[in-house]
């Protein structure tokens, strides 16, 4: 089979957040698995300069509106698979995110840089396409390749399937009619069953109405976007092609997670030798000012900081965790007032509580790897990769039961599954008596240990999805 993966991220190159991190590492499963797979994503700054020998292959042009006619290249990664860079200068070489403009708001013409790529791909799935190599099925993942499956719909000829997959459904890729015409799509498309989506044009709800079949990042979020309650809008929607979308759980990328192997670390260790894995907190302690203290446990954030993932939760808690006792040490950067707050925390707690703003690879994984204790409080969680690192790092995680951190994490109370701790209701009070029974359950050695055990026993690579994917991509 031949799938193009269509992407507007991809790690280690760009990334904000989980999709970056799939479109890194789930293409090579899916190669393993022998399937022909290609990854399509922007050329943008960071992958050019990596690969500055990628070759030009194709000008895809008149892809209709306002929408330019790019160079495409091709590229190969380091474990292999075949990269397809659409190159459009005015388009994807900007520095930073790729999102956002360097005030931090959405860069204004993003429909159309967007919009370009969802074209690429359905020019690539269709009989437009004048490479020797044309996909079977066009993979396209969250609002950013949303289009594609609406162009080839409206494409003449046969077409490639499409499958959308959906990582988070807060990000909708909302914008207004004019853009309609500027995206090069007939009048037409404007309507309930097509890209309108409350007044708006929506990639988001163009992928999801279009699409073959749909696809999330977990089961759990796949029964509860259905819901009027948490389908932001698009409950309807979700429900009504219920029979074409599933949960597929996330994978993470155990060469890359793997304590016994980390580059990053102070000290390798494995489930085998857990006994190493203290080196890590003493050395986090010194690196980041905290008390060299081994006789309180360490609870590790690396986070996004929103409501979304309940950081908010988690300073309000902050003041009764830290008097269990326990330390916290927080690595994350987003809304500008839980930044200021948590580095008052920081402050007014100095030795006892670290707050790091920003993004740093090492520290992450010095952080899972230290903490005794990881904190995932997310209001909702499509999937979620950090509770995976941690079970795989012997961190035992707490976290809200919603979406994938609901498929991951199983409570202690369960003495035969248990490796982790699990609260309902996003309150403070409900996090912090999460927070207490994983303290006093830390203070038990050898049920510590047990719990440590059975999370890094957990097999979270990309095996069983890819598998998942393969049968999907052979159904369509």
């Keep these: 089979m031949k799938i193009l993966f269509a992407t507007s991220e991809i790690a280690p190159w760009v990334k904000t957040g989980g999709l970056g991190e799939v479109a890194g590492t789930l293409p090579a499963a899916l190669r393993f698995h022998g399937v022909d797979v290609r990854v399509l994503v922007p050329a943008y700054p960071d992958l050019l300069q990596h690969f500055p020998d990628a070759r030009e292959i194709a000008q895809p042009h008149r892809l209709g509106g306002l929408l330019p006619t790019p160079t495409l290249r091709e590229a190969v990664s380091p474990d292999g698979t075949p990269l397809l860079l659409v190159d459009y200068p005015p388009y994807y070489h900007r520095p930073g995110n790729p999102y956002l403009g360097p005030e931090g708001r959405d860069w204004l013409d993003n429909h159309l840089r967007f919009g370009l790529l969802s074209r690429v791909a359905a020019w690539l799935g269709s009989q437009e396409n ?3 190599w044309r996909p079977d099925i066009v993979h396209c993942n969250d609002w950013q390749t949303g289009l594609a499956p609406v162009y080839l719909s409206y494409l003449p000829g046969r077409s490639a399937k499409s499958l959308f997959t959906l990582h988070n459904l807060a990000f909708q890729g909302l914008f207004d009619h004019a853009s309609l015409f500027e995206l090069g ?26 699409a073959n079949a749909i696809t999330t990042v977990s089961p759990t979020y796949a029964r509860e976007i259905q819901t009027d309650a948490e389908g932001m809008g698009m409950g309807g929607l979700l429900r009504h092609r219920g029979d074409r979308l599933s949960g597929i759980l996330n994978g993470i990328d155990t060469r890359v997670w793997n304590p016994a192997t980390d580059r990053y670390l102070h000290q390798t260790y494995s489930v085998r030798r857990l006994e190493a894995k203290a080196a890590n907190k003493t050395a986090l302690q010194a690196q980041l000012g905290l008390e060299p203290r081994g006789d309180v446990p ?22 009764q965790a830290l008097k269990l006792p326990a330390q916290i040490v927080v690595l994350g950067s987003g809304s500008p007032e839980l930044q200021h707050a948590w580095g008052a925390v920081a402050h007014k707690h100095r030795g006892q509580c670290a707050v790091t703003i920003g993004f740093d690879e090492a520290l992450a994984h010095r952080i899972e790897a230290a903490a005794d ?13 950090n509770q995976m690192y941690s079970l795989r790092y012997g961190t035992p995680p707490v976290v809200r039961a919603t979406g994938g951190l609901a498929d991951t994490v199983v409570d202690a109370a369960d003495e035969k599954h248990g490796n982790g701790f699990v609260f309902g209701p996003a309150t403070a009070e409900g996090l912090l008596q999460a927070l207490q ?16 055990k059975r999370g890094m ?6 095996e069983a999805a890819a598998s998942r994917y393969v049968e999907l991509y052979q159904a369509l």
């Design 185 to 210: 799509l007939p009048d037409a498309a404007w309507g309930i069953d097509g890209v309108e989506f409350y007044g708006y044009l929506s990639f988001l709800k163009a992928g999801l109405q279009h």
């Design 437 to 452: 029974r994983a303290a006093a359950a830390w203070h038990d050695p050898e049920r510590w240990r047990k719990l440590q």
């Design 298 to 319: 360490l609870l590790g954030v690396v986070s996004r900081l929103t409501e979304q993932k309940g950081l908010d939760l988690l300073l309000e808690a902050a003041p």
């Design 373 to 385: 204790i990881f904190v995932m409080p997310s209001r909702f969680e499509p999937c979620g990769l």
């Design 130 to 132: 004048t490479l020797a």
């Design 457 to 462: 026993a957990r097999d979270s690579s990309w």
